[in-house]
Protein backbone atom coordinates (compact mmCIF):
# COMPACT_ATOMS: atom_id res chain seq x y z
CA UNK A 1 0.00 0.00 0.00
CA UNK A 2 1.65 3.32 -1.02
CA UNK A 3 -0.89 5.36 0.75
CA UNK A 4 0.71 9.02 0.17
CA UNK A 5 3.49 9.50 -2.13
CA UNK A 6 5.30 12.99 -1.91
CA UNK A 7 7.81 13.92 -4.47
CA UNK A 8 10.92 15.21 -3.91
CA UNK A 9 12.10 13.81 -0.59
CA UNK A 10 15.02 16.78 -0.80
CA UNK A 11 15.26 19.55 -2.50
CA UNK A 12 17.88 22.68 -2.72
CA UNK A 13 16.98 25.92 -4.41
CA UNK A 14 18.35 29.71 -4.79
CA UNK A 15 16.14 32.31 -3.59
CA UNK A 16 14.05 33.61 -6.26
CA UNK A 17 14.20 30.18 -7.48
CA UNK A 18 10.67 28.29 -8.34
CA UNK A 19 9.31 24.96 -7.75
CA UNK A 20 6.22 22.49 -7.25
CA UNK A 21 6.11 19.75 -4.59
CA UNK A 22 4.18 16.73 -6.02
CA UNK A 23 1.59 14.62 -3.72
CA UNK A 24 -0.54 11.98 -4.67
CA UNK A 25 -3.08 9.62 -2.48
CA UNK A 26 -3.70 6.30 -3.91
CA UNK A 27 -6.83 5.38 -0.87
CA UNK A 28 -9.92 7.59 -2.99
CA UNK A 29 -9.67 9.90 -0.33
CA UNK A 30 -11.44 13.09 -0.20
CA UNK A 31 -9.31 15.85 1.76
CA UNK A 32 -5.77 16.65 1.12
CA UNK A 33 -3.57 19.12 2.63
CA UNK A 34 -0.19 20.98 3.37
CA UNK A 35 1.40 21.35 6.15
CA UNK A 36 5.19 22.97 7.18
CA UNK A 37 6.70 21.35 9.64
CA UNK A 38 9.39 23.46 11.63
CA UNK A 39 11.76 22.99 14.55
CA UNK A 40 9.82 24.09 17.80
CA UNK A 41 6.82 25.11 15.58
CA UNK A 42 4.85 21.61 15.47
CA UNK A 43 2.98 21.33 12.13
CA UNK A 44 1.40 24.08 10.61
CA UNK A 45 -1.22 23.69 8.11
CA UNK A 46 -0.37 25.75 4.39
CA UNK A 47 -3.16 25.03 2.23
CA UNK A 48 -5.29 22.90 2.10
CA UNK A 49 -8.71 21.11 -0.11
CA UNK A 50 -11.76 19.30 0.95
CA UNK A 51 -12.29 17.58 -2.17
CA UNK A 52 -11.96 17.45 -6.00
CA UNK A 53 -11.70 21.28 -7.62
CA UNK A 54 -11.97 23.37 -4.11
CA UNK A 55 -8.72 24.46 -2.49
CA UNK A 56 -8.71 26.82 1.15
CA UNK A 57 -6.10 28.83 2.86
CA UNK A 58 -4.79 27.68 6.01
CA UNK A 59 -2.80 29.16 9.09
CA UNK A 60 0.41 30.44 6.80
CA UNK A 61 -0.27 30.52 3.13
CA UNK A 62 1.70 33.46 1.72
CA UNK A 63 4.27 32.66 -0.76
CA UNK A 64 2.60 29.22 -1.79
CA UNK A 65 -0.15 28.40 -4.07
CA UNK A 66 -1.95 24.93 -4.58
CA UNK A 67 -3.30 22.92 -7.04
CA UNK A 68 -6.01 19.77 -6.91
CA UNK A 69 -5.34 18.48 -9.55
CA UNK A 70 -7.75 15.69 -9.31
CA UNK A 71 -9.05 13.28 -6.62
CA UNK A 72 -5.58 12.27 -6.15
CA UNK A 73 -3.30 14.97 -6.28
CA UNK A 74 -2.59 17.61 -4.67
CA UNK A 75 0.26 19.94 -5.62
CA UNK A 76 2.14 23.05 -3.22
CA UNK A 77 4.05 25.88 -5.66
CA UNK A 78 6.21 28.20 -4.28
CA UNK A 79 6.61 30.58 -6.96
CA UNK A 80 9.69 32.57 -5.52
CA UNK A 81 11.26 30.73 -2.85
CA UNK A 82 12.96 32.75 -0.22
CA UNK A 83 14.68 31.26 2.80
CA UNK A 84 12.13 31.35 5.48
CA UNK A 85 10.51 28.79 3.32
CA UNK A 86 13.36 26.47 4.27
CA UNK A 87 11.21 23.75 6.22
CA UNK A 88 10.00 20.21 5.67
CA UNK A 89 6.51 19.71 3.91
CA UNK A 90 4.27 17.09 4.77
CA UNK A 91 1.63 16.32 2.42
CA UNK A 92 -1.73 14.22 4.43
CA UNK A 93 -5.24 12.89 3.22
CA UNK A 94 -8.19 11.72 4.81
CA UNK A 95 -11.06 9.85 4.15
CA UNK A 96 -15.01 10.97 3.86
CA UNK A 97 -16.05 13.87 6.43
CA UNK A 98 -18.13 12.58 8.84
CA UNK A 99 -15.96 9.05 9.26
CA UNK A 100 -13.19 8.11 12.23
CA UNK A 101 -10.59 8.09 10.38
CA UNK A 102 -7.15 9.84 10.70
CA UNK A 103 -5.04 12.09 8.67
CA UNK A 104 -2.50 9.75 6.71
CA UNK A 105 0.83 11.44 6.24
CA UNK A 106 3.67 10.95 3.81
CA UNK A 107 7.07 10.89 4.58
CA UNK A 108 7.91 14.54 3.78
CA UNK A 109 10.13 16.66 1.17
CA UNK A 110 13.11 18.33 2.97
CA UNK A 111 13.22 21.90 1.63
CA UNK A 112 16.46 24.31 1.67
CA UNK A 113 16.34 27.70 0.61
CA UNK A 114 20.00 29.25 0.14
CA UNK B 1 -9.91 29.37 17.59
CA UNK B 2 -8.56 25.68 18.55
CA UNK B 3 -5.05 25.05 19.85
CA UNK B 4 -3.06 22.84 21.59
CA UNK B 5 -0.26 22.79 24.08
CA UNK B 6 2.25 20.30 24.79
CA UNK B 7 4.15 21.52 27.80
CA UNK B 8 6.96 19.99 27.46
CA UNK B 9 9.40 20.19 24.90
CA UNK B 10 11.88 17.22 25.70
CA UNK B 11 11.68 14.29 27.78
CA UNK B 12 14.35 11.86 29.33
CA UNK B 13 13.03 8.38 30.34
CA UNK B 14 14.82 5.42 31.35
CA UNK B 15 14.49 2.40 29.57
CA UNK B 16 11.76 0.11 30.96
CA UNK B 17 10.31 3.31 33.39
CA UNK B 18 7.07 4.62 32.57
CA UNK B 19 6.07 7.18 30.30
CA UNK B 20 3.53 10.78 30.22
CA UNK B 21 3.74 13.05 28.02
CA UNK B 22 1.06 15.44 28.38
CA UNK B 23 -1.65 17.34 26.40
CA UNK B 24 -4.27 20.17 26.58
CA UNK B 25 -5.98 21.42 24.17
CA UNK B 26 -8.30 24.26 23.75
CA UNK B 27 -11.57 23.82 21.42
CA UNK B 28 -15.35 24.70 21.45
CA UNK B 29 -16.67 22.09 20.81
CA UNK B 30 -16.29 18.22 21.58
CA UNK B 31 -12.58 17.96 20.44
CA UNK B 32 -11.72 14.67 18.00
CA UNK B 33 -8.10 14.51 19.63
CA UNK B 34 -5.61 12.41 18.36
CA UNK B 35 -1.88 11.27 18.88
CA UNK B 36 0.84 10.95 16.30
CA UNK B 37 4.25 9.87 16.49
CA UNK B 38 7.37 11.09 14.08
CA UNK B 39 10.87 9.29 13.87
CA UNK B 40 13.80 11.17 12.78
CA UNK B 41 13.23 11.70 8.69
CA UNK B 42 9.62 9.98 8.34
CA UNK B 43 6.47 11.10 8.22
CA UNK B 44 3.71 10.75 11.10
CA UNK B 45 2.08 7.88 12.19
CA UNK B 46 -1.21 7.79 14.22
CA UNK B 47 -0.93 6.29 17.63
CA UNK B 48 -4.38 6.94 18.65
CA UNK B 49 -7.34 8.30 18.29
CA UNK B 50 -10.48 9.97 20.53
CA UNK B 51 -14.03 10.44 19.21
CA UNK B 52 -16.31 9.18 21.60
CA UNK B 53 -17.36 6.94 24.36
CA UNK B 54 -14.69 5.07 26.38
CA UNK B 55 -12.32 8.13 27.66
CA UNK B 56 -9.47 5.89 28.07
CA UNK B 57 -8.37 4.75 24.38
CA UNK B 58 -6.18 2.07 23.47
CA UNK B 59 -3.21 2.42 20.79
CA UNK B 60 -0.71 1.02 18.76
CA UNK B 61 2.54 -0.09 20.48
CA UNK B 62 1.16 -0.32 24.15
CA UNK B 63 0.28 3.30 24.23
CA UNK B 64 -2.58 4.73 25.98
CA UNK B 65 -4.34 8.13 26.43
CA UNK B 66 -7.19 9.13 28.78
CA UNK B 67 -9.48 12.03 27.92
CA UNK B 68 -10.55 14.56 30.83
CA UNK B 69 -12.72 16.96 29.61
CA UNK B 70 -13.20 18.59 33.01
CA UNK B 71 -8.97 19.15 32.47
CA UNK B 72 -9.03 19.92 28.78
CA UNK B 73 -6.38 16.92 28.88
CA UNK B 74 -5.26 14.17 26.52
CA UNK B 75 -2.18 12.58 28.24
CA UNK B 76 -0.61 10.05 26.54
CA UNK B 77 1.19 6.73 28.71
CA UNK B 78 2.87 3.92 28.24
CA UNK B 79 3.66 1.51 31.35
CA UNK B 80 7.61 0.97 30.27
CA UNK B 81 9.62 2.04 27.64
CA UNK B 82 11.27 0.39 24.84
CA UNK B 83 14.77 2.19 23.21
CA UNK B 84 12.49 1.92 20.18
CA UNK B 85 9.72 4.53 21.42
CA UNK B 86 12.36 7.34 21.45
CA UNK B 87 10.89 10.16 18.77
CA UNK B 88 9.05 13.06 18.54
CA UNK B 89 5.25 12.67 19.69
CA UNK B 90 2.80 15.35 18.51
CA UNK B 91 -0.25 15.80 19.79
CA UNK B 92 -3.37 17.23 17.94
CA UNK B 93 -7.07 18.61 17.76
CA UNK B 94 -9.61 18.42 15.23
CA UNK B 95 -13.02 19.09 14.07
CA UNK B 96 -16.11 16.85 14.04
CA UNK B 97 -14.79 14.73 10.75
CA UNK B 98 -11.83 13.85 12.54
CA UNK B 99 -9.79 16.32 10.70
CA UNK B 100 -12.37 18.68 9.08
CA UNK B 101 -12.17 20.67 5.85
CA UNK B 102 -9.70 22.73 7.57
CA UNK B 103 -7.43 20.33 8.93
CA UNK B 104 -6.07 18.89 12.51
CA UNK B 105 -4.27 21.52 14.77
CA UNK B 106 -1.13 20.35 16.25
CA UNK B 107 0.89 20.58 19.36
CA UNK B 108 4.72 21.72 19.05
CA UNK B 109 5.73 18.27 19.96
CA UNK B 110 7.20 16.50 22.73
CA UNK B 111 10.83 14.95 21.67
CA UNK B 112 11.58 11.75 24.01
CA UNK B 113 14.91 10.48 25.09
CA UNK B 114 15.15 6.92 26.03
CA UNK B 115 18.39 6.16 28.43
CA UNK B 116 19.90 3.05 28.42
Known amino acids: NAGVTQTPKFQVLKTGQSMTLQCAQD?????MYWYRQDPGMGLRLIYY???????DKGEVPNGYNVSRLNKREFSLRLESAAPSQTSVYFC?????????????FGNGTRLTVT | AQSVTQPDIHITVSEGASLELRCNYSYGATPYLFWYVQSPGQGLQLLLKYFSGDTLVQGIKGFEAEFKRSQSSFNLRKPSVHWSDAAEYFC??????????????FGKGTHLIIQP
Open chain 1, 92 to 104: ASIGLQGRNSPLH
Open chain 1, 49 to 55: SASEGTT
Open chain 1, 27 to 31: MNHNS
Open chain 2, 92 to 105: AVGAKSGGGADGLT
